[in-house]
DNA sequence: GCAAAAGTGTTCGTTTTACACCCATGT
DNA sequence: ACATGGGTGTAAAACGAACACTTTTGC
């Protein structure tokens, strides 16, 4: 069964060299139908769509979300709902916030949980999920149509993202295994939306000694090779813990 | 109508020479129920409370809590708690996370929407709620038995707490309309839980002119009378707008 | 050889830290 | 006169901001 008043919705972050990115979806509503374990759930969300036509409409596009099922611990559904629209575990995820406005959703009453979650563009080729009619990255100033109040998720998402990133390390989640030092620059600039000087950049990088070298360069590339980067697992903890300080005035 | 699967409950946070404390309560479960506005949220209520007694034990102590009613905005809720405790309005209040573990509320599946509150001391002694049979501050580190997950959500609320006070100015919400510059800096020791310089403490207070002389000192202090100093709520706004650095390494 | 991005140091002003003594008041 | 907490300045170190040229690579 399904808590009818209660649901999920995760923004999910990329970066790319065009900027920072959010996956959102259209909804195949009998695929996602299909695929729930038991008839009164099925019931339940059939009710939600047809009460909500928007949710499948063809100009409206989607948070990955759903209601939570009575026996999932919130946590874990959320990372359902990403597993289900990436194929990936192991993601950063985390809580935004939940949002409780009298008429968030029309005629009913849900409040939802949202998370947000960073991906590493390694994996930026999904396979399309089953459960999605289509499946797209959206550029942040580039948003569609959106349903209900996920404009203002993905905007309190940011926030959040912003105010982590500032203060620890968690920006590389959103950086491949390896990556050059302007590539994460671009990443704190795009995120930050402000430019910053490369030299005092790196400097402020060096001190924190969380990158070690990957001992390969750039290939093919009409410039001087930029070195890669990996980050190194046991600072980052240790900064995840004790907090860092990106903040630029 | 009553969101049986939501509710919010509120950590409310005072602050006196002995430190940071949190108003908890007992509930009077007879009260509570005559002042539901209709039947059908009374007789939820009641089911509620005969599943979980522990709610009205004489050994358990809660925070501040109630399901959600249907027609009520989530934030607007939990000022409804807020003024039902304490009898404030206007009151600094922050949401701080959904909680939702499968089984934090036994027997029933409840998702519940924890917030913060900073209270003003001039306003300590409250007159008693009548929905509560007993009602009283704690000591952060000499909390009594607590029910359910009320532990974690207070734990957590101090770290959202902690986060806050360094980069924003709130923690003046918890000091009188007049106030000593030791006192300001003994909140910062407590909540922080870490002892500071006095002379640069003062330096970085200086620094952000968000303080103004009330033009008054102590009375009948055995020593050295302190000046009182109130904050100027334009700088107050302007400061919780941009952020500042309280940060202490 | 040129276009394009990588990489690198120094100077200057500001901020942070560490630290110790005199002041005002009530008893 | 003494006990109690209030109030203040300075020097050294660390940090942040501003700034320009050389290197490597592919075409």
New interface residues.
């Given amino acids: 069964m399904i808590?009818?008043?209660?649901s999920v919705d995760c923004v999910i972050f990329g970066f790319d060299k065009s900027g920072l990115r959010v996956l959102l979806n259209q909804i195949d509503k009998e695929a996602l139908i299909r695929s729930l374990p038991d008839q009164a759930s099925s019931d339940q969300i059939k009710q939600i769509y047809e009460r909500h036509p928007v949710l499948t409409g063809d100009n409206y596009w989607s948070l990955f979300g759903g209601h939570?099922p009575?026996?999932?611990?919130?946590?874990e559904?959320a990372k359902d709902l990403l597993f289900q629209a990436t194929g990936l575990n192991d993601v950063f995820l985390q809580?935004i916030?939940?949002?409780?406005?009298?008429h968030r959703v029309p005629y009913t009453?849900v409040?939802t949980?949202g998370y947000y979650a960073l991906i590493n563009p390694d994996y930026y080729d999904l396979k399309q999920s089953n459960l999605a009619k289509s499946l797209q990255w959206f550029n942040l100033n580039e948003l569609p149509l959106l349903c209900f109040d996920h404009d203002l998720i993905i905007r309190k998402a940011l926030t959040k993202l912003r105010q982590e990133v500032m203060y620890h390390p968690v920006g590389f989640h959103l950086l491949p295994e390896k990556f050059t030092l302007t590539e994460i620059q671009s990443l704190y600039e795009v995120i930050l939306n402000k430019k910053m000087d490369t030299r005092n950049f790196r400097k402020k990088l060096a001190k924190m000694e969380l990158l070690i070298d990957y001992g390969e360069k750039q290939q093919n590339v009409a410039h001087r090779a930029a070195k890669y980067y990996q980050f190194d697992i046991q600072v980052y903890e240790r900064l995840k813990m004790e907090g860092l300080?990106f903040?630029i005035e």
Avoid: C, M, T
Avoid at 3 to 6: A, I
Avoid at 70 to 75: C, F, G, P, Q, V
């Fill in positions: 808590l009818n008043s209660v939570v009575e026996e999932r611990d919130l946590d559904f809580q916030n939940a949002f409780g406005s009298l009453r409040i949980v300080n903040r």
